[in-house]
């Protein structure tokens, strides 16, 4: 089971929010083909059909628990 795997099935089943590493988390956001825009520290996700935007804050190099759910 490859990493990006991994993590997605852990933000799935609600494991360990608190230990998501922002980087990964982006990085999986951006291969599932979301479109990221960048303004101070948030982070916002959109993607086409998708009528919820995410975003995302850097807590150290962890992403914010909350924000993970």
């Given at each position: 089971?490859?990493?990006?795997?991994?993590?997605?099935?852990?933000?799935?089943?609600?494991?360990?929010?608190?230990?998501?590493?922002?980087?990964?988390?982006?990085?999986?956001?951006?291969?599932?083909?979301?479109?990221?825009?960048?303004?101070?520290?948030?982070?916002?996700?959109?993607?086409e059909?998708?009528?919820?935007?995410?975003?995302?804050?850097?807590?150290?190099?962890h992403?914010?628990?909350?924000?993970?759910?």
């Amino acid at each position: 089971m490859s990493r990006r795997t991994r993590l997605r099935q852990r933000i799935l089943e609600g494991r360990s929010e608190a230990n998501i590493r922002f980087d990964e988390l982006r990085a999986l956001l951006l291969r599932l083909g979301f479109v990221e825009r960048v303004r101070g520290s948030h982070h916002t996700f959109s993607q086409e059909g998708v009528t919820e935007r995410l975003n995302l804050q850097r807590y150290g190099s962890h992403a914010k628990p909350y924000q993970v759910k």
